[in-house]
């Protein structure tokens, strides 16, 4: 029923920025917690950023500052604008949305819906 489609990867060299983006729809989007999660090859998924239904923002310490996470409810459309890119973050970055809105939730095992991934490379 909840569908998330994820675009805006690329190839970037360091110090640039992409703008990721993930289209929901199947739900009252705007009351529910959104979050992008990346993952590296060879490392497990971690946690990037997540909005409350309330606004609350939640970042990981890798990439606070550089990144943000915004919603636009009327297009039920999260993004995450990545600044000041390095290799390291390198990876597929997957938005998720789960079935609370209260808080912006790090754990990814909260999580019930996923998008497909984007790739966002960094060149040195």
């Known amino acids: 029923q909840v569908q998330l489609v994820e675009s805006g990867g690329g190839l970037v060299q360091a110090g640039g920025s992409l703008r990721l983006s993930c289209a929901a729809s199947?739900?009252?989007?705007?009351?529910?917690?959104m979050a992008w999660f990346r993952q590296a090859p060879g490392k497990e998924r971690e946690f990037v950023a997540a909005m409350s239904g309330g606004g609350s923002t939640n970042y990981a310490d890798a990439v606070k500052g550089r990144f943000t996470i915004s919603r636009d409810n009327a297009k039920n459309t999260v993004y995450l604008q990545t600044n000041s890119l390095k290799p390291e973050d390198t990876a597929v970055y997957y938005c998720?949305?789960?079935?609370?809105?209260?808080?912006?939730?790090?754990?990814?095992?909260?999580?019930?819906?996923w998008g497909q991934g984007t790739q966002v490379t960094v060149s040195s």
């Open positions: 199947g739900r009252t989007f705007s009351i529910y917690t």
């Open positions: 998720a949305t789960r079935n609370s809105g209260a808080y912006a939730s790090s754990a990814s095992s909260l999580y019930n819906y």
